[in-house]
Protein backbone atom coordinates (compact mmCIF):
# COMPACT_ATOMS: atom_id res chain seq x y z
CA UNK A 1 0.00 0.00 0.00
CA UNK A 2 0.84 3.80 -0.42
CA UNK A 3 0.50 6.25 2.25
CA UNK A 4 -0.87 9.37 1.56
CA UNK A 5 -1.09 12.69 3.74
CA UNK A 6 -3.63 15.32 2.39
CA UNK A 7 -3.58 19.16 3.59
CA UNK A 8 -5.17 21.72 2.56
CA UNK A 9 -8.97 21.60 3.83
CA UNK A 10 -9.90 24.27 5.85
CA UNK A 11 -12.98 26.22 6.05
CA UNK A 12 -14.47 29.18 3.39
CA UNK A 13 -17.47 31.22 2.13
CA UNK A 14 -19.60 30.42 -0.35
CA UNK A 15 -17.77 31.66 -4.13
CA UNK A 16 -14.40 30.82 -2.17
CA UNK A 17 -11.35 28.55 -3.23
CA UNK A 18 -9.24 26.29 -1.88
CA UNK A 19 -6.19 23.71 -3.02
CA UNK A 20 -5.96 20.16 -1.19
CA UNK A 21 -2.75 18.56 -1.53
CA UNK A 22 -1.99 15.04 -1.14
CA UNK A 23 1.65 13.57 -1.11
CA UNK A 24 2.19 9.92 -1.57
CA UNK A 25 5.29 7.97 0.09
CA UNK A 26 6.85 7.66 -3.66
CA UNK A 27 5.82 3.97 -4.22
CA UNK A 28 4.44 5.52 -7.87
CA UNK A 29 5.23 2.32 -9.45
CA UNK A 30 2.34 0.60 -7.64
CA UNK A 31 -0.73 2.81 -8.73
CA UNK A 32 -0.99 4.59 -12.20
CA UNK A 33 -4.40 7.04 -10.75
CA UNK A 34 -5.26 9.01 -7.96
CA UNK A 35 -8.56 10.34 -6.67
CA UNK A 36 -9.75 12.86 -5.04
CA UNK A 37 -13.50 11.67 -3.03
CA UNK A 38 -15.73 13.11 -0.28
CA UNK A 39 -18.43 12.13 2.24
CA UNK A 40 -20.40 14.51 3.50
CA UNK A 41 -22.43 13.92 7.27
CA UNK A 42 -25.26 11.25 6.12
CA UNK A 43 -24.40 10.68 2.90
CA UNK A 44 -22.34 7.99 0.54
CA UNK A 45 -18.91 8.51 0.03
CA UNK A 46 -18.72 9.87 -3.83
CA UNK A 47 -16.14 10.64 -6.55
CA UNK A 48 -14.89 13.95 -7.07
CA UNK A 49 -12.29 13.49 -9.65
CA UNK A 50 -9.41 11.75 -10.69
CA UNK A 51 -5.81 11.41 -12.93
CA UNK A 52 -3.63 9.46 -14.56
CA UNK A 53 -0.58 9.81 -13.65
CA UNK A 54 1.23 8.84 -16.43
CA UNK A 55 -0.49 12.05 -18.95
CA UNK A 56 -1.90 13.99 -16.28
CA UNK A 57 -5.22 13.17 -18.11
CA UNK A 58 -8.21 14.33 -15.69
CA UNK A 59 -12.04 13.30 -14.82
CA UNK A 60 -14.36 14.76 -12.83
CA UNK A 61 -17.79 14.10 -11.55
CA UNK A 62 -20.41 16.47 -13.02
CA UNK A 63 -21.40 18.12 -9.81
CA UNK A 64 -18.14 19.54 -9.99
CA UNK A 65 -16.86 20.03 -13.77
CA UNK A 66 -15.87 23.66 -14.64
CA UNK A 67 -15.23 24.67 -10.82
CA UNK A 68 -12.58 21.41 -9.64
CA UNK A 69 -9.21 21.02 -11.58
CA UNK A 70 -7.19 17.68 -10.40
CA UNK A 71 -3.44 17.68 -11.43
CA UNK A 72 -0.67 15.17 -10.44
CA UNK A 73 3.19 16.86 -9.90
CA UNK A 74 5.16 13.71 -10.19
CA UNK A 75 8.47 15.22 -9.34
CA UNK A 76 6.82 16.13 -5.84
CA UNK A 77 4.67 12.48 -5.43
CA UNK A 78 1.65 15.10 -5.12
CA UNK A 79 -2.20 15.45 -6.22
CA UNK A 80 -3.81 18.70 -6.16
CA UNK A 81 -7.47 19.01 -6.03
CA UNK A 82 -8.03 23.41 -7.06
CA UNK A 83 -11.74 23.70 -6.04
CA UNK A 84 -12.95 26.96 -7.07
CA UNK A 85 -16.68 28.63 -6.63
CA UNK A 86 -16.98 26.29 -4.19
CA UNK A 87 -20.92 25.78 -2.60
CA UNK A 88 -22.15 24.80 0.56
CA UNK A 89 -22.97 21.50 -1.10
CA UNK A 90 -19.65 20.66 -1.30
CA UNK A 91 -18.68 20.56 1.94
CA UNK A 92 -17.45 17.50 3.33
CA UNK A 93 -14.67 15.39 4.24
CA UNK A 94 -12.02 15.06 1.22
CA UNK A 95 -10.18 11.87 0.91
CA UNK A 96 -7.07 11.07 -1.80
CA UNK A 97 -6.99 7.41 -3.05
CA UNK A 98 -4.75 5.58 -5.10
CA UNK A 99 -5.08 2.94 -6.84
CA UNK A 100 -4.46 0.63 -10.29
CA UNK A 101 -7.44 1.60 -13.02
CA UNK A 102 -8.10 -0.45 -15.74
CA UNK A 103 -11.68 -0.15 -16.81
CA UNK A 104 -14.94 0.76 -15.72
CA UNK A 105 -16.35 3.87 -13.34
CA UNK A 106 -13.10 5.42 -13.11
CA UNK A 107 -14.33 7.40 -9.76
CA UNK A 108 -16.03 3.82 -8.15
CA UNK A 109 -14.13 3.57 -5.06
CA UNK A 110 -12.93 -0.15 -5.80
CA UNK A 111 -10.55 0.58 -8.04
CA UNK A 112 -8.21 2.38 -5.07
CA UNK A 113 -6.54 0.24 -2.49
CA UNK A 114 -5.09 3.40 -0.70
CA UNK A 115 -6.55 6.16 1.00
CA UNK A 116 -5.59 9.38 3.03
CA UNK A 117 -6.87 10.06 6.80
CA UNK A 118 -9.44 13.00 4.74
CA UNK A 119 -9.56 16.58 5.35
CA UNK A 120 -12.46 18.55 6.29
CA UNK A 121 -13.63 21.07 3.73
CA UNK A 122 -16.79 23.59 4.90
CA UNK A 123 -18.07 26.27 2.99
CA UNK A 124 -20.45 28.38 4.78
CA UNK A 125 -23.37 30.17 2.89
Known amino acids: QVRLV ?3 GGSVQAGGSLRL ?3 DSGSS ?3 NTMAWFRQ ?5 REGVAA ?4 DNSAYYADSVKGRFTIARDNSKNTVYL ?5 KSEDTAVYYC ?8 KI ?3 THYTSWGQGTQVTVSS
Open 29 to 31: YSF
Open 107 to 109: LDS
Open 21 to 23: SCV
Open 82 to 86: QMNRL
Open 97 to 104: AAGSYGEG
Open 40 to 44: APGKE
Open 51 to 54: VATA
Open 6 to 8: ESG
